[in-house]
């Protein structure tokens, strides 16, 4: 296992152990069953071998999770800095933001919102966003979210830039025209974008890489970033920065830093002054969630990978322990329901009514809710889920 660990520190500067090394594990084997390996050796030649391979363990592994104004204070200083600072020294000419890694496009598209809430010039402003997740980044360009990327109690930005929708939200194509998406791998060499930025968000990722691959994706970073720019990072992150030629911009709790004065690359203006935001409402909730890499979504992930290579127990398993550190998530227990029918389980309708008590809209869990009564001979209740699954039936693209 450590050579394929190895293999993936040296692709994409994974430390294993951010994710848990039992993750690390269930991935590696399920890949290994999916292909009929018993043995790691011949599985590591396989990923040695095949970029396709590589990029399906990259998939399987990276943690994907985000969501709208993650951190919220990061965006208000960040549209404090580009209005009151940016705009006022730049009559002319492009603002350019950098969101790397930008996941399913939450991030980016905070961004965008936060400017055009600031009353920020639309035609000023150009945002890149970079994943090395395919999934991710196709999930961004349908730009529908459902509820776990609106987190918190400050969600009025929703009522402005989206569309309640059957499966979700659909964001505002004003807001989506604001983001240009890419898919590339930060750590791999020649990276480069050819730009340099004004801003760059890189958060959330430094967390999950090895020590010496936190220095080399930083010094990316730094090459990106132009001498007067401001890098925001995740809170737990600002420590790494600080130690790789980084000085905090002092903004509290925006996790935004500047390069240091004696670097080469660092501007004259100095910026370490401190801005007057508004005092957070609800800093240590959104600090601890910004800060702690997010097992929990990933093991969903993988449970349901396991359940589709028909490794139930496994599945059930990941699943138990994702909901109870999830109690509210409704993907969770319909998974959950998903796996006790396949072990022909009498309990698996309790979790398809948790399910659809938690998201009265889940259209899979009415339906097998509904199949499972039936089976169950109680017809009129099959009936009455039947056609609620019905109601809220997703219409296919063409019907919309
Ligand atoms: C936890 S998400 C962070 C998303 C967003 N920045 C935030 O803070 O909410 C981490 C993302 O990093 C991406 N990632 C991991 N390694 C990467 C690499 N070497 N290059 C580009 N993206 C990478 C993953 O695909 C994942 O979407």
Redesign the pocket.
């Known amino acids: 296992m450590q050579r394929i660990e190895a293999i993936l520190r040296k692709e994409?500067?994974?430390n294993a152990a951010s994710i848990g090394l039992s993750v690390f594990e269930r991935v590696l084997r399920l890949r290994m069953k999916l292909h009929n390996l018993n043995n790691t050796e011949e599985y590591q030649t396989l990923l040695a071998n095949s970029s396709g391979e590589l990029d399906a363990f990259i998939e399987a592994i990276?943690?994907?999770?985000?969501?709208f104004m993650?951190g919220r204070e990061a965006f208000a200083a960040f549209a404090e800095l580009a209005l009151n600072d940016w705009l006022s020294r730049n009559s002319v000419g492009l603002m350019r933001v950098l969101?790397?890694?930008?996941?399913?496009g939450?991030?980016p598209f905070s961004i965008a919102m936060a400017l055009l809430d600031a009353g920020f010039p639309v035609e000023r402003f150009a945002i890149d966003a970079?994943?090395?997740?395919a999934n991710?980044l196709a999930r961004a360009s349908n730009a529908i979210y459902g509820n776990n990327s609106f987190r918190g109690k400050h969600l009025e930005f929703r009522d402005r830039y989206f569309v309640k929708v059957d499966d979700g939200y659909a964001l505002s194509p004003d807001v989506q025209r604001c983001v240009a998406f890419r898919r590339?791998?930060?750590?791999r060499g020649g990276f480069s974008l050819g730009v340099r930025y004004d801003f760059i968000?890189?958060?959330?990722?430094l967390i999950?890489l090895e020590r010496a691959m936190q220095g080399v994706a930083l010094e990316k970073i730094r090459s990106m970033l132009l001498p007067d720019g401001v890098l925001f990072v995740?809170p737990a992150e600002m420590p790494i920065v600080t130690e790789c030629g980084f000085v905090s911009a002092r903004i509290s709790h925006a996790g935004a830093s500047r390069l240091k004065p004696s670097s080469p690359e660092s501007g004259n203006r100095r910026s370490n002054r401190r801005l007057a935001l508004p005092k957070p409402q609800n800093p240590v909730h959104e600090i601890e969630s910004?800060g702690e890499?997010?097992k929990a979504v990933s093991l969903l992930v993988i449970a349901r990978q396991f359940a589709d290579a028909g490794l139930i127990a496994e599945a059930s398993e990941l699943c138990e322990r994702h909901i109870k550190e999830n109690e509210t998530c409704a993907e969770g227990y319909y998974l959950m329901g998903l796996l006790r029918d396949a072990g022909k389980d009498a309990g698996a309708i309790i979790y398809y009514r948790k399910a659809i008590y938690l998201q009265p809209n889940h259209h899979e869990a009415l339906v097998h809710a509904a199949l499972w009564l039936e089976k169950n001979g109680d017809v009129i209740r099959a009936d009455a889920f039947k056609r609620r699954a019905e109601r809220v039936r997703p219409k296919p693209l063409d019907e919309k």
């Open positions: 994409i500067g994974l990276v943690v994907t999770e985000t969501w993650r969101s790397l890694p930008c996941s399913s939450e991030e970079v994943d090395i997740s991710a590339d791998n930060l750590l968000f890189c958060r959330n990722l999950y995740g910004q890499p997010d």
